[in-house]
């Protein structure tokens, strides 16, 4: 059984407004709130919860949305890639 990893795309395709977004605008009311309050949304594609001090990978995917947490696990910050 094979496994397929998430798909990059490429930036002619965001050029062209081919990709959806991550769902982001729909959801900054939930910034200063615990980060688990997400499991509450349905997203269009992943979600990358990003703590203090993680490595993170340059890897675009619109379609994922990145919720940036404090210590405690608050949202600070909501962003696409």
Avoid at 3 to 17: D, E, K, N, T, Y
Avoid at 27 to 38: I, R, W
Avoid at 53 to 69: F, I, S
């Amino acid at each position: 059984m094979s496994r397929v990893g998430p798909a990059i795309v490429p930036p002619m395709m965001l050029a062209s407004g081919q990709v959806r977004g991550c769902g982001q605008d729909q959801l900054t009311h939930l910034a200063g709130k615990p980060f688990t309050e997400l499991a509450n949304y349905r997203l269009p594609g992943h979600l990358r919860v990003l703590r203090p001090g993680q490595g993170v990978t340059r890897d675009l995917m619109p379609d994922r949305l990145n919720a940036q947490v404090d210590g405690s696990g608050v949202i600070l910050h909501l962003f696409c890639g």
